[in-house]
């Protein structure tokens, strides 16, 4: 299983980003994908969340109306799209797939949000 996030940076407060996450090792169209987040000094936290068809989400009351989870089942990849960014949004950005009892994780994409 291999997890590899992308499109972290730096951004202004109020814009845009799109973190994307590449599936391969395993039949990415069978399970739910989630993407979490954790800031320094906190604990990691559920932000979005997808099933496997890609018709059921489900997001953190902090995100909500900003973020939207997505996914490109014949890409193998799940999306992240971020709007309206805050500096509370700072933080590094990980994808899980939600395979056997721990499910498998990515290696993170840092997102910062600072004028």
């Known amino acids: 299983v291999q997890l590899v996030e992308s499109g972290g940076g730096l951004v202004q407060p109020g814009g845009s980003l799109r973190l994307s996450c590449a599936a391969s090792?395993?039949?990415?169209?069978?399970?739910?994908m989630r993407w979490y987040r954790q800031a320094p000094g906190k604990e990691r936290e559920l932000v979005a969340a997808?099933?496997?068809?890609?018709?059921?989400?489900n997001y953190a009351d902090s995100v909500k109306g900003r973020f939207t989870i997505s996914r490109d089942n014949a890409e193998n990849t799940v999306y992240l799209q971020m709007n309206n960014l805050k500096p509370e949004d700072t933080a590094v950005y990980y994808c899980k797939a939600m395979i056997g009892f721990f499910g498998s994780w990515g290696q993170g994409t840092q997102v910062t949000v600072s004028s």
């Open positions: 090792g395993f039949s990415f169209n069978s399970y739910a």
């Open positions: 997808i099933n496997s068809a890609g018709g059921s989400t």
